[in-house]
C-alpha cells in the first residue's frame, strides 16, 4: 500500500460519511464551473459545434429509434444537417447530450450541463483518488485546484470531449490503482467499464495501456496478466469499445491516419511539444511548484507514490508525442500526476516546521487566487447564430438553404432546434469541401459564376447566408460577387457578438429568392473526404414539400 504522509491539517474529515467531504467541495465548486454557462454559441476550435450537432442527431435516434436501416436513417440525417463527427470522434458524448436535449430541450446551455455533469463526475473520483494516496485534506484541496485550474476551466465551460474523457479516465486509474493493491476481480472490472466508456468518449485515452503496463513493470505484477479475471476485463473492454472503433475505423480511415502517422520531419520539435506545453497547462507559479514536488519527493512521497506519478506522466508522454496532430489539450490527461506533485510537499507533516508559515500560506493563497480567476475568466465566445436560423425558418418550409460562413455547425444547430417537421436541407459542402483543413485537403465543385446558377437553380435554393469574415476559396467571392447584382434580394443583416478580436465587426447577410424556385434535381450528391467516397440521397428521400 502507498504510504499516507500525515498532514498539516486535523484529520479525518469525515469517518461516518466518508463521501460527505467530497460532496461539500464539488457542491462549492459547481457555481463557479457554471458562471457564464448561458453566454455565447458554440465556438471551441470548430470542433465543439459538430459536438453540439453530435448531441441533437442522438436525440433524434432517440425518439425515431431507426433500427431498421440506421446507416440510411444517418445518411439521410447528415443530408438535412451536415455538421456531424460521428465516425471521426467517438458516440458517448453525444448520447449523453441527446438524453440532456431530450429532457431540457436543445440548448447551449442544456449542451453545457452534460459536459458539467461529467466534470463532476471526474471532480468526485479526483478525490476519492487523492484520498487513497494522501488524504482527505489534500484531496479537498486537490479537488478544488483541478476544478478551478484554467486551462481545466476551459473544457469545463465548452462542449469538447476533453473533461468527460478525463473524468472516466480519472475514474478508470482509481480502480486499476484498486485492483493493484487489492487484486479483487471487482475493482478490474470497474475498472474496465470505465477504460471502454473512456474509449467510446475519446481515442486518446487509449494512453490507459501504456499506464497499466508500466504500472504493472513497477509494481512487479505482470503475473495478472496470464490471470483469467484480466481476460475477462480485457473481454469487457473490447465488446463495449470494439465495435465503434471497426465502423469507425472502415468509415474514416482517411482522418485516422492523418492523426496518427507522424510527419517524417519531426523528431526534436515532437520530442519538446508536450513538456513546453506544461507551461499553457499549469502556468508559471503551478510549474514551478510541481517541480519543487520533484525536488523534495523524498521527504514527502513514498517510493511506490512516485513510481506511480512517474508512469501517469511517462503513459501519457510516449502515447501523445509520437502521433501526428499535437495539441496542448490532447495530454490534459497527465495534468492530475502534476497536480499530485503539487498538492503533496504543501500538505504534508514532513516538511520541516520551519517551512509550514511557508507552506500553509502558498496553499491558502493558491486556493485563493484559483477561485478569484474561475469566477472572472471568460472564455472566448461568438454569439448570433440563432436570430440567423429563426429569420430563415420563421416563414416556413425554406427547402434548400446555401450557407457559406464560419462555424456553420452552430447555424446547423439553430436550424434542427426550430425545424421539428425537418423540411429543410442546409447545403454546405456543394461549393467545396475540406479534409480537416484545407492545408491537408481540398475539392472545388463549382469554379465560376454560371456554374453556380447552375447549382442555385438544380436545387431551388430559396435563401442563401454568407460572412463578411475571410475567404479561401475563389468560389467563396464568386459567390459574394453575384449577391451584390443577382437577383436574390438582401432581406437582413445580423452582426456577431464575440470578445475575440478574430471576430470584431463580423456580420452574416440573408439573402432571399423573389420567387419560388423549383427543385430539379434528382439526388443530393455529397463528397465526404473523410469517407474518401461521395454519398448520393435521392430528393425524394429528403422529404422537401
Not at 457564464?36 to 465556438?43: A, E, L, V
Not at 444517418?74 to 444537417?81: D, K, S, T, V
Not at 454569439?383 to 457559406?404: C, Q, T, W
Request: one cysteine or more; a positive charge.
Amino acid at each position: 500500500m502507498i504510504r499516507k504522509p500525515d498532514l498539516i491539517l486535523p484529520r479525518p474529515l469525515s469517518t461516518k460519511a466518508p463521501w460527505l467531504p467530497a460532496a461539500v467541495v464539488i457542491l462549492l465548486a459547481i457555481p463557479l464551473l457554471a458562471h457564464g454557462i448561458r453566454r455565447g454559441d458554440f465556438y471551441f476550435n470548430d470542433d465543439e459545434t459538430l459536438h453540439a450537432v453530435g448531441g441533437l442527431f442522438f436525440a433524434d435516434v432517440l425518439r425515431d429509434w431507426p433500427i431498421t436501416d440506421p446507416m440510411h436513417y444517418g445518411l439521410r440525417w447528415y443530408a438535412h444537417y451536415p455538421a456531424l463527427g460521428i465516425g471521426v470522434w467517438p458516440p458517448l458524448v453525444y448520447l449523453v447530450e441527446g438524453i440532456f436535449f431530450l429532457v431540457l430541450g436543445p440548448s447551449p446551455v442544456t449542451a453545457r450541463l452534460a459536459i458539467l455533469s461529467f466534470a463532476l463526475f471526474g471532480l468526485y473520483y479526483w478525490y476519492r483518488l487523492v484520498a487513497k494516496l494522501l488524504n482527505q485534506w489534500a484531496a479537498v484541496f486537490a479537488t478544488l485546484l483541478f476544478a478551478l485550474l484554467p486551462f481545466v476551466l476551459i473544457f469545463e465551460r465548452s462542449v469538447m470531449l476533453e473533461v468527460p474523457a478525463l473524468s472516466l479516465c480519472i475514474a478508470a486509474t482509481s480502480s486499476w490503482l484498486s485492483y493493484l493493491e487489492s487484486e479483487e476481480p471487482k475493482e478490474l472490472y470497474w475498472f474496465a467499464l470505465f477504460s471502454a466508456l473512456a474509449l467510446l468518449t475519446k481515442q486518446l485515452s487509449i494512453y490507459l495501456v501504456l499506464f497499466c503496463l508500466l504500472t504493472l513493470l513497477t509494481e512487479k505484477k505482470l503475473r495478472l496478466l496470464r490471470t483469467r479475471s484480466m481476460l475477462v476485463a480485457l473481454g469487457m473492454i473490447l465488446l463495449l469499445a470494439g465495435p465503434f472503433y471497426v465502423f469507425a475505423f472502415r468509415l474514416a480511415f482517411t482522418v485516422a491516419k492523418l492523426d496518427v502517422i507522424p510527419k517524417g520531419n519531426e523528431h526534436l520539435n515532437a520530442l519538446l511539444f508536450y513538456p513546453h506545453a506544461l507551461l499553457v497547462q499549469l502556468g508559471l507559479p503551478l510549474l514551478v511548484l510541481s517541480m519543487v514536488g520533484i525536488v523534495t519527493c523524498r521527504w514527502w512521497a513514498s517510493t511506490r507514490l512516485l513510481r506511480l506519478i512517474g508512469a501517469w506522466i511517462a503513459a501519457c508522454y510516449l502515447a501523445f508525442s509520437f502521433l501526428r496532430d499535437k495539441d496542448p489539450r490532447f495530454a490534459i490527461y497527465w495534468i492530475p500526476a502534476f497536480l499530485l506533485l503539487i498538492i503533496g510537499p504543501l500538505t504534508s507533516s514532513a516538511v520541516p516546521r520551519r517551512a509550514r508559515i511557508i507552506t500553509v500560506p502558498v496553499l491558502a493563497l493558491l486556493i485563493a487566487h484559483e477561485t478569484w480567476v474561475a469566477w472572472h475568466f471568460q472564455r472566448e465566445y461568438v454569439s448570433g447564430y440563432e436570430p440567423i436560423a429563426r429569420k430563415i425558418m420563421e416563414n416556413g418550409r425554406p427547402g434548400f438553404v446555401l450557407f457559406d460562413g464560419q462555424l456553420p455547425g452552430n447555424f446547423v444547430f439553430y436550424v434542427r432546434t426550430l425545424d421539428p417537421k425537418r423540411e429543410c436541407v442546409v447545403l454546405r459542402k456543394v461549393l467545396y469541401a475540406t479534409l480537416i483543413g484545407k492545408s491537408i485537403g481540398s475539392v472545388e465543385f463549382v469554379h465560376d459564376r454560371a456554374e453556380l446558377v447552375r447549382l442555385l437553380s438544380l436545387y431551388g435554393v430559396r435563401y442563401i447566408v454568407v460572412d463578411n469574415g475571410p475567404t479561401e476559396f475563389d468560389i467563396q467571392k464568386t459567390l459574394r460577387n453575384y449577391l451584390q447584382d443577382s437577383p436574390y434580394r438582401l432581406l437582413a443583416t445580423f452582426p456577431i457578438e464575440s470578445n475575440a478580436a478574430y471576430w470584431k465587426g463580423r456580420k452574416f447577410f440573408v439573402y432571399e429568392s423573389p420567387a419560388p424556385l423549383e427543385v430539379t434535381a434528382q439526388s443530393l450528391d455529397l463528397t465526404m473526404l473523410t469517407m474518401g467516397r461521395k454519398i448520393v440521397i435521392p430528393i425524394n428521400d429528403l422529404e422537401i414539400k
